[in-house]
Structures are given as C-alpha cells and as structure tokens.
C-alpha cells in the first residue's frame, strides 16, 4: 500500500465569486415565488459549482498520480509479460534438459502464450513478439486479420443492425467502429432534420421558449455589464486594469451562459443588490430563472462527464464512482496500485519458475489448471474436455489453433 495521499480539498478554495451571495432580500413568506425559486436555483449554483470544482479538482489529481505511479508500474508489467512469453517460446521450441512436454501441456502453454501476447501487439511492434505469434499461431497473418474482420462485422451488426454493415469498409474493429458510428451519425442527423421539419411538439415549443428566455436573460445582464466595464472609455489606468479584468471575467460567464457570475459581477460593480433584486419585475426575475435552470442542467452534465472519466480510469461503474464520492478516489486509487503490483509480480515469478527445472514441471501445472478454471467459468465445456483428453482440439476460445478454425469452416 501506498503512503495515504493528504487530504485533497482541506484548503481547496471556492471558485471565483461564491462569497458574493446573489439573493433577494426578504423571509420565505415575504417572497412570490419567482422569488422563492431565484433564491433557491442560486444556491443549487452555488453548490454544484463547488462539487464540480471538487470532483475536476480531483481529477486532475487523479491523473498526475496515474502518470508518476500507475504507468511506470504498467511499464514494468509489460516488460514482465514479455520476458514471460520469451520464456514460454524457449520451453515450447526447446524443452529445457530435453524433456518433452505433453500435448495437453503444450496445447496449454500455446494457448496461454497467445493470450499474453495479443495485449502486449496490440501496444508495441516489436518484430520479435511477432515472430514469436507467427510460431505459435495456425493462422497465417492473413487469416487472423480476415478472422478478426468477420467477429467484427458479426459484433457490429448486432450493435448497428446488418444494413449498417452493407459496404462498410475498414480492417480492424476499431475501423469499422468508427465508420458504423459515422454512418449511424448520419442516418440519425437525417432523422433529426426530418424531424425539424415536421410541426415540433408543444413540449419541444416549450423548451424553445424556455431557451430563449434563458438566452435573453444572459444577454440582457451581459450587456449592463458591458456597458459600464469597458475599458476604453476609462482614463485612470488602475481602473482601466480592473475593469479589463472584470470585462474578462464577464466575457468568459457569457461564453458559458453563467448567469450567477454576471449577476455576482453587478453586485460587485454596484449594478445590483438585495434590495434591488427584490424590485426586479417578475417577468425578469422569471427570465433568470429560466437561466438559472439552463445553469443548474449544464454543472450536473458537467459532473457526470468528469465521473465518466475517473470511472473508466479506474475501471468501475460511473454509478459507484458518484456514491462514494471524490474524497474516497484515493483509496480506490492505491487498490488498483497494490493489484497490479500484484499482477507484475505474479507474472515475474511465473517466469522464474518456468526457468528453474526444478519448479518448471509445477509451474505448466498451475497454468493447465488456470485455463481449464477460465474455460468452465466462461462456459465452454465442449472445449475444455477436449482440450484435457488426447485429441487434438485448442484450448482458449480465443486462441484457437488455425487447423481447427479452417476444418469447422470445411465442415460447414
């Protein structure tokens, strides 16, 4: 375990213009509703501000401890796994103290070196792991390639629907992903258009509406703002630079529709306070509220693509990420450590084992067993038995040898 990372947030300030309380004046029973509801969307602002900023914050603290902590780890993994399958190639081609391996065994040993190769080309192109594929594999490169391009094609079209697949081109998966989706992209983009041009629903009206209320309400602060910041028409030069430096900040809510900023500027430029607030007329005041609502959707779309990032990161669901919060991501952080410490080790004294006559025979053992564990987990019972009897069958569904592949399609 790694040492416990301090507290992240004990003195993580708030963002810019949260200590200035946009509110109107006056108890909850001396208020109508609009203004009841403008009191009520500043604070949610308030507050998912401050948890956005939370969650980006860690985040970023998330990410720079990924680059000096988990990828060096990963690294070193990778360099162990390569020294494995090096390790498994000589075995393979020359059993050590010329002591011959079983087919059950080496049926076994292939099919584990394959699977340990395939992450490892799919990130380097060393011509030696390579070579040591073209060995071990019965498929010829061409045959993989056109293997792989079929489980594509089947995987997409039960994604996409098989009209999608017509004409479609690409070698790889990834290829082929990107061209369904880009013409997924454009049905839907005809679906959309299609669908403008029908009447819109009274709903879609009523969204409508409410954005260009929004919309309106933003302009309308922005420009008062504008109006007495700008800089040009300001002759002192200290002033100058503090209202450039508010027209910045003014310029950059309005690039963001952030309405409680623009508001939180007048109050500091003695545009607005409570008492004025209070006097708006409803029509405005339910102008902001339209604004705020657009506020409030846009920070919790903003939250959950940040959780969407640390939960891919740390390979769990988006759903539990959000329940345990961002205080508890360091402790989540340092398992994932402590695993794939764990893994690198395990797979550098595998490789120690298969070098040492004296503990190579149990080593092949302990991997026989690990995919026969993997094949009845996964389900594939056929294989499994035939794999641990004397024909001649492949082991790992997803290592299957060429010769089996080419007489199943012979026998269809």
């Given at each position: 375990?790694?040492?416990?990372?301090?507290?992240?947030?004990?003195?993580?300030?708030?963002?810019?213009?949260?200590?200035?309380?946009?509110?109107?004046?006056?108890?909850?029973?001396?208020?109508d509703p609009a203004q009841r509801t403008f009191n009520r969307l500043t604070d949610q602002v308030r507050e998912k501000r401050e948890t956005v900023a939370r969650w980006k914050a860690q985040f970023d603290h998330l990410h720079q401890r990924a680059l000096s902590e988990m990828m060096p780890l990963l690294e070193e993994t990778q360099r162990a796994?390569?020294?494995?399958?090096?390790?498994?190639?000589?075995?393979?081609?020359k059993p050590s103290g010329g002591k011959r391996l079983s087919q059950k065994r080496r049926n076994a040993l292939g099919e584990y070196l394959l699977w340990l190769l395939e992450p490892l080309l799919a990130q380097t192109d060393d011509p030696e792991l390579k070579a040591i594929r073209d060995r071990h594999s019965a498929l010829t490169n061409e045959e993989e390639a056109e293997l792989?391009?079929?489980?594509?094609?089947a995987m997409l079209g039960e994604m996409f629907g098989d009209e999608v697949l017509d004409g479609l081109e690409g070698?790889?998966?990834?290829?082929?992903?990107?061209?369904?989706?880009?013409?997924?992209?454009e049905k839907q983009s005809a679906q959309q258009k299609a669908a403008k041009?029908?009447?819109?629903?009274?709903?879609?009206?009523?969204?409508?509406?409410?954005?260009?209320?929004?919309?309106?309400?933003?302009?309308?602060?922005?420009?008062?703002?504008?109006?007495?910041?700008h800089p040009d028409r300001e002759m002192?030069?200290?002033?100058?630079?503090?209202?450039?430096?508010?027209?910045?900040?003014?310029?950059?809510?309005?690039?963001?529709?952030?309405?409680l900023t623009l508001l939180t500027l007048q109050l500091e430029c003695e545009q607005l306070d409570a008492d004025r607030l209070a006097e708006l007329p409803e029509a405005r005041i339910e102008r902001f509220n339209h604004a705020l609502r657009e506020q409030v959707r846009a920070l919790d779309a903003e939250k959950q693509e940040i959780i969407d990032h640390i939960a891919a990161g740390l390979n769990d669901s988006p759903r539990f990420i959000a329940r345990v919060g961002p205080d508890a991501l360091d402790a989540l952080f340092?398992?994932?450590l402590d695993d794939a410490r764990a893994e690198c080790e395990a797979i550098k004294q595998r490789a120690a084992a298969l070098a040492d006559p004296t503990r190579q025979t149990q080593a092949i053992d302990a991997i026989v067993a690990e995919l026969r564990a993997f094949e009845e987990e996964m389900g594939f019972g056929e294989l499994v038995t035939a794999m641990f009897t004397d024909e001649d069958t492949p082991s790992t569904p997803s290592h299957r040898s060429g010769g089996d592949r080419r007489k199943k399609k012979k026998r269809r």
């Open positions: 375990m790694t040492k416990q990372q301090g507290r992240l947030f004990d003195d993580l300030p708030l963002p810019e213009g949260l200590t200035n309380v946009v509110k109107i004046a006056g108890s909850s029973k001396q208020l796994q390569t020294d494995l399958v090096k390790h498994l190639d000589a075995l393979l081609s792989e391009r079929e489980m594509a094609r070698d790889t998966l990834e290829d082929m992903l990107a061209n369904a989706q880009a013409r997924m992209a041009a029908r009447r819109p629903s009274r709903k879609a009206q009523q969204l409508a509406e409410a954005q260009q209320e929004a919309d309106r309400a933003v302009r309308e602060t922005y420009r008062k703002l504008a109006s007495q910041l002192d030069e200290d002033e100058r630079q503090r209202k450039t430096a508010l027209m910045q900040r003014a310029n950059e809510a309005y690039a963001k529709n952030d309405l340092d398992k994932r």
